[in-house]
Each structure stands twice: as C-alpha cells, then as structure tokens.
C-alpha cells in the first residue's frame, strides 16, 4: 500500500500545529515538555517544526496537555493560524 503524498494544506496544518505547541510550550525546555508527553524530545522538535505534519492522535492530545492547552482551543488556533490570547507572548 503506497502512502499518498500530503497535500499544501495538510503540510500547512502540520506547521501551525507545530508553531501553536512551541508557542504553548513558551520557556519550558523541551525535555520537560516531552518528557510530561511521554514522547521522546527528537519526536518534539520534528512536530514542533512540522517535520512529522499528522502525528498520531494521542501524541497530539498528550502534548497539548503537557503545555495546557485543550484540545478545542488548539484545533482553534491550528484552524486559524493564530495564537489564543492566554498564550500570546506580550510585545
């Protein structure tokens, strides 16, 4: 079974999931992150610069729960390609 390439969009989703999570995430290290995900930091730094676009699910519900967020608020801001005003970074 071949695997069919990923489209612009779904690879675009990958990156704003990556970037909501990193942004989430904010000054913790990602040891700390990945370790309270129970997922390697290699595998962090691949989602978090859309390296890996479709995590698994329980990956992606375990991350968003390590940097608090829901997982409604996280599909928002992937969607929307903005960051939710709790986790914005002042200017």
Do not use: C, N, Y
Request: glycine share 8%; charged share 25%.
């Amino acid at each position: 079974m071949v695997r069919e390439p990923l489209t612009e969009h779904e690879l675009r989703r990958g990156e704003l999931l990556g970037q909501a999570l990193r942004d989430a995430r904010g000054q913790r290290s990602m040891v700390e992150v990945a370790t309270a995900a129970g997922i390697s930091t290699e595998t962090l730094r691949k989602i978090e610069k859309g390296r890996i676009p479709t995590p698994a699910f329980f990956t992606v519900a375990a991350l968003a729960d390590a940097v608090g967020l829901s997982l409604d608020e996280l599909r928002r801001t992937v969607a929307t390609g903005q960051q939710s005003p709790q986790h914005r970074i002042p200017a």
